[in-house]
Structure formats: structure tokens, C-alpha cells
């Protein structure tokens, strides 16, 4: 199963055999979150001001699909971009390959009106599994945007739940 233009929502699976019968039947049907979520909480006090959008370009994930497997079954190269948010957070998802799967490389660029690039990060070897958020929260502009740039640390949990949520910060 894809996705159009690689685009990966909030997505619920079930897979399973299923007898129909002229008989009326009820079946009650537990379906399984497919989708692993990054989530990006920035701390920065604001945006710069020429900032309109983030766009997220990730591989290692997937947005092809195997109900009878549960994962993701091609590896993808992902692009999604989000408007500047009001509270700093940014969410995308993707379909994991396994239950300890990584994004290999998530580079998250700042865009002006124009598309031109004001910043850049690069996210390395980024955890996701199936109904787990992946947050990392941190500086994305440091000192107001512009070119600069910090090396950051991450410390690394895991809450099975998906409202729990892994942090980070960079």
C-alpha cells in the first residue's frame, strides 16, 4: 500500500481473515497505529521574522506499507514542509521498517517566502518506532537566526506509548 507523493498521516491498520456469511455478523476490530511520529519542539523565543516555512527531508522511513507485515516496506526519501507555528512544534510521520528503526538523515531547513534557505540542521541516525513519538526540543536559530550554528547532544529514552513521548534536546 502507498501513500500519494510520499505523504504519511496519522494512520491505523488492521489485518486479518474474515468470513462473510449470509448470516448478520459483528465483528470487533482492534486496529494497530502504523506510524512512528518526529516531533520538533523549538525553543527559540521567536522565529525570524523572513522565516515562512520548515521543510523536513528524511530517508530511512518508508511510505509504502505492508498490512500483512505492519511496517514499512521501501525506503523512502520524504519531503514535507509545515508553515511557521505559533508554539514551535513541528510533526511528521513516517512507517517504520521495524520496531527499532532510524531515520538515517533528517535535515529540517528554514525557508524564506522565496524558498531561500535561512538555516539548516541535520538530524543523524533518528529513532523512530511504530506508536512512539521521537520529540527533540531545542535552539533551532541560537542567537536570533542567521547562519549560525551549535553541535548539540542527545540523550536517548523510549516510552512504548504514544502518548508518552521520547525527548531530546539539541
Known sequence: MTF?????TDTFYYFGDLVVTSEVQSYDLTLTRAVAMFRLVLTDEEMPANVAKLKFYYLGGSSTFSPKDGYGCVNSKQTEIRPVSDDGIYEIFTLPHTDD???????VTALDQNDNTVKEKVFENVPVSRNQVTRYTGSFFGSGGGSSTSDGTFRLTADPDWDSVNGYTF
Not at 4 to 8: A, F, I, R, T, Y
Not at 101 to 107: M, P, R, Y
Request: net charge positive.
Open 4 to 8: 500519494p507523493n510520499n505523504k504519511v
Open 101 to 107: 528503526d532510524v531515520l538515517t538523515k533528517l535535515t
